[in-house]
Each structure stands twice: as structure tokens, then as C-alpha cells.
Nanobody
């Protein structure tokens, strides 16, 4: 059972940056695609970014494209979400997820809160 642990969330002001980390307990993580999602109170879960096992071919959600960047560190079974020029509407709990090829997002982290003040 793979475990994912996110970290790096916090309270920042508009325009500032944060980097979230997602560390997996299993090396298989580095062989699978992974995704970042977020959910704000009262809203549906939203795709932030999805990236392949090698960190290429990344797809970003429309609201974050150009501001957020995903990267991966296979040696450490980790992935990162660099978030720049943060806006109050980026406030949400951010989750990382992964799953086997052709399957669903099977494994989810516990989430990390990002709050952007205006």
C-alpha cells in the first residue's frame, strides 16, 4: 500500500510563492504518472497538474497554467509543485495522487493547506 505525504503548504500573501512536496513510500511512484489536485471549501476538486513518470508531457489546469510548475525527483520518490504569483483564489487543500498505468488515481495523500491572503 503506497503512502503519499504532502508538505510545504502555509499562509502567504498575494503574489508570493510556495513549493509543495509529495513524497511516496514506494519506488513504484517514480514509474507512474502523478497528479496534483486541489479543493477549496464548498467547491469541487480541481485538477492542478498531471505529469508523466519522467516529468514530461505535463498538463496544467487553466487557472494555474503559466504560474505553477511540476517537477519530479525519481531518486527520492518525490514530486514538487512550484507555485508562483499566488492569488487568493488559489486557496485550497492541495493533494498529490498516483496510480498504475491505465487505472484510476488509486493513492492519495492527506493534503496540505495553502492559504493566500489578499
Amino acid at each position: 500500500q503506497m503512502q503519499l505525504v504532502e508538505s510545504g503548504g502555509g499562509l502567504v500573501q498575494t503574489g508570493e510563492s510556495l513549493t509543495l512536496s509529495c513524497v511516496a513510500s514506494d519506488r513504484t511512484f517514480s514509474s507512474w504518472s502523478m497528479g496534483w489536485f486541489r479543493q477549496a471549501p464548498g467547491k469541487e476538486r480541481e485538477l492542478v497538474a498531471v505529469t508523466s513518470s519522467v516529468g514530461t508531457g505535463t498538463t496544467y489546469g487553466r487557472s494555474v497554467k503559466g504560474r505553477f510548475t511540476v517537477s519530479r525527483d525519481s531518486a527520492n520518490n518525490a514530486a514538487y509543485l512550484q507555485m508562483n504569483t499566488l492569488k487568493p483564489e488559489d486557496t485550497a487543500v492541495y493533494y498529490c495522487t498516483t496510480g498504475p498505468p491505465g487505472g484510476s488515481w488509486e493513492y492519495w495523500g492527506q493534503g496540505t493547506q495553502v492559504t493566500v491572503s489578499s
